[in-house]
């Protein structure tokens, strides 16, 4: 579990939205899947910049919810690519949240996502190197 001192990592979030009524399970929690999607979302952003062009998710890893989420909370996604094969790309993705009113940040949960470049013909396509 993140602790209060803690801090998002040192680069701007892929994606930050507020979370929302609309966002929950009749119970009032934000759903999983939401969090889930922010998340591809930003790795997804992240594996297209690098290969230039289309790719898609394969395989989610380590996903793990340390603390929940509620409406109101801004909800930060971080997302730094970590490894390139031939083909694929592993990112590392953390979702934090912040109350609206408090400055202090929490992450919510990780994981990594890896993803395959895929070309208009839908196969798939080399990616550059990770730039050292």
Known sequence: ??????????????????????DTNPYGDI????????MDSAAGSVAARHSKGRAVTIAVEGMEFLRPVVVGDEVSVFATL????????????????????DDRSYRVTQATFTFVAIGEDRQTRSVPPLAQ
């Not at 993140?2 to 929302?20: G, H, Q, T």
Request: aromatic share 6%; net charge positive; no cysteine.
């Open 31 to 38: 759903f999983g899947g939401w969090l889930m999607s922010l």
């Open 82 to 101: 970590k490894s390139v094969g031939r083909t694929s790309m592993n990112i590392a993705v953390e979702a934090w949240r912040r109350t609206r009113h």
């Open 1 to 22: 579990m993140s602790k209060p001192d803690e801090a998002p990592p040192a680069i701007d979030p892929a994606v930050r939205v507020i979370a929302m009524p609309a």
